[in-house]
């Protein structure tokens, strides 16, 4: 622990650690998982990142690369419960600095979890310098960024026993967080398109967004229910 404080993270590798799995080895305790469980009392670890952002993903509606790119200085702004979100979307070529207003409160709230994890990385940090608002534990270092966590996401979904509408393991895609978000929203507005399509065109919002399996059924009504009137 005070290999960690000091340098910020103990690699497996490292004399230290070679001894104490050495000593715990021996006198008969567990040593599985040994490098995480040693850090997680300090930091944010790869498994964290990965339900903040399905959270993140889902109550935002803001595209994962969104998300991944967010800064530890994004929230400005605070309102009457709700923060602004200052983002970059790289694909708005001439717009690529956007904002959107969310709610702000406790962790529940995508505001309050924006902080909670800009408290929770503050120590990560201090060894590992970066404006990136992930900044965490993973394989033996700590490291700023979220690249390709797909590893970490079956791990995640393995543990929690997610399972998708027909039963078996849920493969989950973080880049469709946004059209389940959508989906929830069309619902919400009864597929009143002008409500619906906000940042979008109507036409962009029914091609990309309203049409998805989930709203199916809820298309092939409003279509009964024409045919009875």
Known sequence: HAVIKSRGALHNKAPEYRALYLALHHRGQPTGNLNCRLHEPYYMTAQDVVPCLVFLGLETGL???CCKALTV???RNPSNGTVEIAYLKRRARGA???RLRVRDGGSGTPGGLIRQVIAMTATARRHCPSDNLWVYYRLSRLVAGIRHPQLQINTW??????LDDEGRPLHLELAQLRKTHKALWYLKTDGHMTRFAVGHTRDVAARHYADVPALRP???AAIADAFNE
Not at 157 to 162: D, E, I, Q
């Open 63 to 65: 595209e994962i690369e």
């Open 218 to 220: 809820l298309h092939e």
């Open 157 to 162: 979904t393995r543990k929690r026993n997610l």
């Open 73 to 75: 200085d994004c929230l």
């Open 96 to 98: 690529e600095h956007k």
